[in-house]
């Protein structure tokens, strides 16, 4: 394992495999070159570098959906016909 994948693995608690998932491994390795470890952090969770968006993926493949078990919003649809189902709990 390559030692930029291993400390991101290690400060987001991501496996390897997870993170390599995203496929941001390689712009993201380029974009950290130099970063603190804090730096490392955000981009991984938020998909935002300095400021800047660092692919057109990065918000979509933050760590902190897949942290929270949902999808980011406007990336991915609930399917046809859900504005039809009650939400859950609903009484109406």
Not at 59 to 76: D, F, N, S
């Amino acid at each position: 394992m390559d030692a930029f994948v291993e400390l991101s693995a290690e400060l987001t608690g991501f496996s390897a495999e997870e993170l390599r998932s995203t496929g941001l491994v390689e712009p993201y390795r380029a974009l950290a070159e130099g970063a603190s470890e804090a730096e490392i952090i955000q981009l991984w969770y938020t998909g935002v570098w300095r400021g800047t968006v660092p692919s057109a993926r990065a918000y979509a493949e933050g760590l902190a959906w897949k942290a929270a078990g949902v999808a980011a919003p406007g990336t991915r649809g609930p399917g046809f016909g859900s504005w039809e189902r009650r939400p859950r709990g609903s009484s109406r």
